[in-house]
């Protein structure tokens, strides 16, 4: 009898210690759902990478003009037409090439130029966060007068003789840093701190121009009056493609170097059509 109550009491304590092995277990598996149930009631999103939203904003500025003249911007948003010299022509003995000014609104500078199309120029960086573009870009939004940029006009074959040329097109020699800034203005003024939910300009950024934007007043009209602002650049005509490359080291010498990659790169598609042009097979 006295073995049985002893085997009895035996088990039990082996039942009872089992139970209070799986009590710590059964506590973190409530903590877990406790978690599971706070997460569902709000999932948070998670915050890009450096990387991931200056691709993001790369993307958003090469579709910009199309993405405004899709809201309702086409009165400042006309197509760009022939270019128009500001005062007397120069002619650079060095090139043969001729030099011009000219003034026309934000809107069609815009279009008339591509910051893809210059990308082995001078790869962009991150500018909301880098201090001298930032003041740069509040700035312009503020009113200030930009630097004249400097611009080539081209054909996919090389040079032109003339402005009023077929299949001209305009390639930035300096100032590809401006239009990137010109552009991430326009967003701000557009979007304003919907881009921080978006995810394409971090917060702090944003704070930094929002005293500037606001004072704009309203958003669409902000943005107009911003499309109908007059830049001021140089362009560049009756250039070889040498004479192209001449501007564009000289120009760049000073922010980086021209490694013979970066040459290649920038003459890649009009010497593959002046090659195409003269029969040449590739």
């Known amino acids: 009898m006295a073995d049985q109550n002893e085997s009895q009491g035996a088990n039990g304590l082996v039942t009872r210690g089992a139970e209070a092995l799986d009590a710590p277990s059964s506590s973190r598996n409530v903590a877990k759902e406790l978690r599971t149930l706070r997460s569902r009631g709000g999932q948070r999103v998670k915050k890009p990478t450096r990387l991931e939203r200056t691709r993001k904003l ?12 899709s809201n309702g911007f086409f009165s400042v948003l006309s197509p760009p037409g022939p270019i ?25 500078y815009i279009q008339r130029l591509s910051v893809e199309d210059n990308f082995f120029q001078r790869p962009p960086f991150d500018h909301l966060t880098d201090p001298i573009y930032r003041r740069l870009i509040r700035d312009f939004i503020e009113g200030a007068a930009m630097p004249e940029s400097k611009v080539a006009a081209l054909s996919w074959a090389g040079g032109v003789r003339s402005l009023d040329a077929d299949n001209i097109r305009f390639s930035i020699i300096d100032g590809l840093q401006r239009l990137y800034c010109f552009l991430i203005a326009i967003l701000l003024v557009w979007r304003r701190e919907h881009l921080v939910q978006d995810g394409v300009i971090p917060e702090e950024a944003w704070h930094f ?42 120009f760049n010498s000073s922010q980086r170097r021209m490694s013979l990659r970066v040459q290649l790169e920038i003459m890649k598609k009009p010497l593959i059509e002046h090659l195409k042009s003269e029969g040449i097979p590739i």
């Not at 022509?89 to 809107?107: A, C, F, R, S």
């Open 58 to 69: 790369h993307e958003v500025l090469l579709n910009l003009a199309q993405e405004l003249k």
């Open 84 to 108: 128009t010299i500001i005062g007397p022509e120069i002619e650079d003995p060095k090139t043969q090439g001729k030099i011009g000014h000219v003034h026309e609104p934000l809107g069609i």
């Open 209 to 250: 121009f929002a005293e500037s934007v606001k004072r704009l007043g309203d958003p669409e009209i902000a943005t107009g009056n911003l499309l109908r602002r007059t830049i001021r650049y140089e362009i560049f005509y009756a250039i070889s493609l040498a004479g192209l490359l001449h501007y564009m080291v000289t």
